[in-house]
């Protein structure tokens, strides 16, 4: 199996540094390249075509993460691209979603949310950190909120990038009923993929 390719954004090189070393512990991801600053990640992404940019939002200099973001996009449209930072402010989660970002994880996450969000990024997931999950999770059991508390629920749920059938068996449903719940929540927000369900439900929090 070919390894998944990951490039690290950090202007810090002890944070790349780390990182770099925490992935390599795992046979199934390899770092193939480094920036330290958006101009040189679309040098390195051109350069070596990884499989995942890993990308902090703040950049010491030139462009910032989100521009970045934005750019690799224009480039790429399929590129997965997860933020890791220690922003996480909805007004910079909502930011960064819409800029294209697949993931978005805080520096205190653990291992084992690096791992799944790098890998769940290949497949196409969004995943986020535990508690900016919860916290959007806690906003969505707002009474006032236009979802059932199930579909409430499910979307929180979403950020863990589980598949329907995952979601299912948490949730004690079908997948059948799952993808209705997902229809419905979709059609309620305003949206057509997951991770633009995830952005606009913090964005009409923000709203508020």
Do not use: C, W
């Not at 520096?107 to 890998?119: G, L, M, S, Y």
């Not at 919860?134 to 579909?151: G, I, K, Y």
């Not at 929540?185 to 709203?207: F, H």
């Amino acid at each position: 199996m070919t390894p998944i390719s990951v490039l690290l954004v950090d202007d810090h090189m002890v944070v790349r540094s780390g990182l770099k070393a925490l992935l390599g512990t795992q046979p199934d991801i390899s770092v193939v390249a480094e920036a330290a600053s958006g101009e040189a990640a679309l040098l390195a992404m051109a350069e070596h075509s990884p499989s995942v940019i890993v990308m902090d939002l703040a950049m010491g200099a030139g462009i910032d993460g989100i521009e970045t973001i934005k750019q690799v996009r224009r480039i790429n449209s399929r590129q997965a691209i997860l933020v890791f930072t220690t922003y996480d402010s909805d007004a910079d989660i909502v930011r960064a979603a819409d800029a294209g970002a697949m993931g978005y994880l805080l520096k205190d996450a653990t291992p084992e949310e690096i791992f799944a969000a790098v890998r769940g990024a290949v497949q196409g997931k969004s995943v986020m950190s535990a508690p900016v999950a919860s916290r959007l999770f806690q906003q969505l059991r707002n009474p006032d909120e236009v979802l059932t508390p199930r579909e409430a629920e499910l979307l929180s749920l979403l950020t863990e990038g589980l598949s329907n059938k995952a979601l299912g068996q948490r949730l004690f449903i079908s997948e059948a009923t799952v993808k209705t719940h997902l229809a419905h929540i979709y059609a309620k927000l305003g949206v057509e993929t997951r991770a633009a369900a995830i952005s606009t439900a913090i964005r009409r929090e923000g709203m508020r």
